[in-house]
């Protein structure tokens, strides 16, 4: 459990931007407000931005959170983001006061989404159905956030006097949930995603780097306890132990971030998840209450998120996402997030869902799609029909694969076709 009382560093650092003033309250320097109004009217501000939390930190990081970071890097925890473990940009992740020079503090916000409306049984059980992880339902959170948070720090600049800023949204060297935490605006859970005790962990995070002096608000208290329901619920173990996520089994990272086959062994876990995962959050007691409040206030149409999630993300068809073509895919997914893992990664993750679906009415479309011209479709699909066949189908299957094995240039795509010919032939002595 982390300490709630400020550091000797954290005193020294609050008094070196204040002053008391004669009925002893403490005033700052840069607008010569009393702290509590300062901040008060800035998190004013940050609400009107559509940011739900706002707080306030100092640029370093606890030395627990940069010890944990090394420790998951020389685990090879990272997969293949290499660029994480890249010296230069690994230091700047260590030493948030790097990335702005004279960076006095870091304003933390957080943006709510729409949770899932459907329980986690629902998801896994929807027939024909894909499961995407709910803060993809709607529009790209990075543009509309990073417009938001440039729009906050130009008023801050008519509050503080104009200061040197810099705004980030996720794709910085940042590590925002250890900044998140020191903030006081929620606790990395064991899922290490940040957790606030009414919202839960469904929002979204962003800083504002600012040369401001800022009274820093007191760290979080974690509340995670003795639960371990996020570990316990992992489909993949990807929760290796409290607090840490090994990226190369979690759900999320290869169903967006990895472009490569994925290991077989993982394929039979990911079930019907396409894009992403929210399994470790749908079980965490702190969202339940969350999503009802949430939900509830949806649907009485007082909940206005401004990612406009979008009917056909909620579960949506696999036989249809299938046949997207490049077009179809872009048209689709224009201002989504979803285009991040390009028509190649979402195709290869529909037939991964549809090899585990148990429903062989999908052999007909996975057949379709051996030709296709991108090589993690056709060697995904090999593998998927193999999942698919039974004593009806095999024969149909087996051919099917044969034809186009002989015209496969790539050798991952015609080992998945190879391997599947092979299975077939020992399981119905096909020849
Ligand atoms: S996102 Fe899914 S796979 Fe990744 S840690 Fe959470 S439950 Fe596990
Ligand atoms: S499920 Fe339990 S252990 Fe996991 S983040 Fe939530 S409260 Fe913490």
Redesign the pocket.
């Known amino acids: 459990m982390m300490s709630t009382l400020p550091t000797v560093g954290t005193i020294l650092y609050l008094y070196s931007m204040c002053y008391v003033d004669a009925t002893s309250q403490l005033m700052c320097q840069c607008t010569g407000m009393a702290m509590d109004d300062l901040k008060g009217k800035i998190r004013e501000k940050a609400i009107e931005h559509g940011f739900k939390l706002c707080r306030i930190t100092a640029p370093q990081l606890d030395k627990r959170h940069i010890q944990g970071l090394q420790n998951w890097l020389d685990a090879d925890m990272q997969a293949d983001m290499n660029w994480m473990a890249e010296e230069v940009r690994l230091q700047r992740r260590k030493q948030p006061e790097s990335m702005l020079s004279d960076v006095q503090s870091i304003i933390t916000v957080a943006m709510p989404y729409t949770p899932p409306a459907y329980s986690l049984d629902e998801a896994c059980h929807a027939e024909g159905q894909g499961v995407i992880s709910a803060y993809a339902h709607g529009d790209d959170y990075h543009d509309l956030m990073k417009k938001r948070l440039k729009a906050f720090a130009a008023d801050l600049d008519l509050m503080l006097g104009k200061r040197d800023q810099r705004v980030f949204v996720d794709t910085a060297p940042v590590l925002e949930h250890a900044l998140a935490e020191a903030s006081g605006l929620g606790w990395q859970?064991?899922?290490t995603?940040t957790?606030h005790r009414d919202m839960g962990?469904w929002f979204l995070l962003g800083e504002i780097f600012t040369t401001a002096n800022i009274e820093v608000d007191e760290a979080a208290i974690?509340?995670?306890?003795s639960?371990?329901?996020?570990?316990n619920?992992c489909p993949t173990g990807a929760?290796v132990a409290?607090y840490v996520v090994d990226a190369r089994l979690c759900i999320s990272y290869l169903t967006i971030e990895y472009d490569g086959f994925i290991p077989h062994h993982l394929r039979t876990l990911m079930g019907n998840r396409i894009y992403g995962c929210d399994d470790?959050?749908m079980?965490?007691?702190?969202?339940s209450h969350a999503s009802q409040v949430t939900l509830r206030l949806h649907d009485q149409n007082e909940w206005n998120d401004p990612l406009k999630p979008r009917g056909e993300n909620h579960l949506p068809d696999l036989a249809s996402l299938l046949h997207l073509d490049d077009d179809g895919f872009r048209k689709l997914f224009r201002k989504s997030p979803i285009k991040r893992s390009k028509r190649a990664g979402l195709l290869r993750n529909v037939c991964i869902a549809m090899g585990n679906s148990g429903n062989t009415l999908f052999v007909d479309d996975l057949i379709t799609v051996l030709a296709d011209d991108e090589i993690l479709i056709r060697g995904h699909a090999a593998w998927a029909l193999g999942r698919l066949s039974d004593t009806e189908n095999y024969h149909r299957i087996g051919i099917e694969l044969s034809y186009c094995s002989q015209r496969e240039e790539d050798s991952e795509a015609l080992d998945e076709m190879n391997v599947t010919i092979e299975y077939l032939r020992s399981k119905y002595d096909y020849t």
């Open positions: 859970g064991k899922h995603l957790i962990s974690n509340h995670c306890g639960c371990s329901a996020c570990i619920i929760i409290p470790c959050q079980v965490c007691p702190w969202n």
